[in-house]
Nanobody, 115 residues
């Protein structure tokens, strides 16, 4: 079992920045994928960015060049640096950890981009 705790969401003006963090605890495999997904009201949950334990990354086209995902394997923590935020980035952001046949989700953190 894996527990994921997110932090760092909030309200920011367009063009601003936020940094999300997600700390994983429990039984964590050395080889896994951690990442961020988001869900806006009335929409499906979509991938934002993921990173493997080896450091390979994948980003949604909508965030490329603005968001940066990173991780600290020693602390089982994944980060999402979000710059040049837009109102359309407003959503609940969920941390995800995928290892083997199992996937785990955090409780979500709200990000609101508004003036």
């Amino acid at each position: 079992q894996v527990q994921l705790v997110e932090s760092g969401g909030g309200l920011v003006q367009p063009g601003g920045s936020l940094r999300l963090s997600c700390a994983a605890s429990g039984t964590i495999f050395s080889i896994n994928i951690m990442g961020w997904y988001r869900q806006a009201p009335g929409k499906e949950r979509d991938l934002v960015a993921v990173i493997t334990s080896g450091g390979s990354t994948v980003y949604a086209d909508s965030v490329k060049g603005r968001f940066t995902i990173s991780r600290d394997n020693a602390r089982n923590t994944v980060f999402l640096q979000m710059d040049s935020l837009k109102p359309e980035d407003t959503a609940v952001y969920y941390c995800n950890e995928h290892q083997g046949a199992f996937a785990y989700w955090g409780q979500g953190t709200q990000v609101t981009v508004s003036s």
